[in-house]
């Protein structure tokens, strides 16, 4: 009995994660459309940020799929990349420079 719920457990995690896997790929589309064609330089910045974002969803969802937990340094490291880049494009947006140099 209990060995049926199990694998019936596996086998619906397996079609969740593929699903998710889709969803994931589809909205990345998406916001690589809005960072190519973005009418603004606001809307590209914040599809950037929103694909690393994504990023670390299929991160997870890698390590989900292949039952491991050596990708959570990676999710981690793609959090901080992500972040630090957001800085610098709102930083560039605000002044157009991202390294402020006092040549006095």
């Given at each position: 009995?209990?060995d049926?719920?199990?694998a019936?457990?596996?086998?619906?995690?397996?079609?969740?994660v593929i699903v998710c896997?889709i969803?994931?790929?589809?909205?990345?589309?998406?916001l690589l459309?809005?960072?190519?064609a973005?009418?603004?330089?606001?809307?590209?910045?914040v599809?950037?940020?929103a694909?690393?974002?994504?990023?670390?969803g299929?991160?997870?969802?890698?390590?989900?799929?292949?039952?491991?937990t050596?990708?959570?340094?990676?999710?981690?490291?793609?959090?901080?990349?992500a972040f630090?880049?957001?800085l610098?494009?709102?930083k560039?947006?605000?002044?157009g420079?991202?390294?402020?140099?006092?040549?006095?």
């Open positions: 009995m209990t049926n719920i199990l019936a457990t596996e086998d619906l995690l397996s079609v969740v896997f969803g994931v790929a589809i909205s990345l589309a998406f459309y809005r960072v190519i973005g009418p603004t330089q606001p809307d590209r910045a599809a950037l940020d694909i690393g974002i994504n990023l670390m299929l991160a997870g969802l890698l390590a989900i799929h292949i039952v491991t050596k990708l959570n340094d990676v999710i981690l490291l793609i959090g901080i990349l630090l880049s957001t610098a494009i709102a560039y947006l605000e002044k420079v991202i390294i402020d140099r006092d040549l006095d």
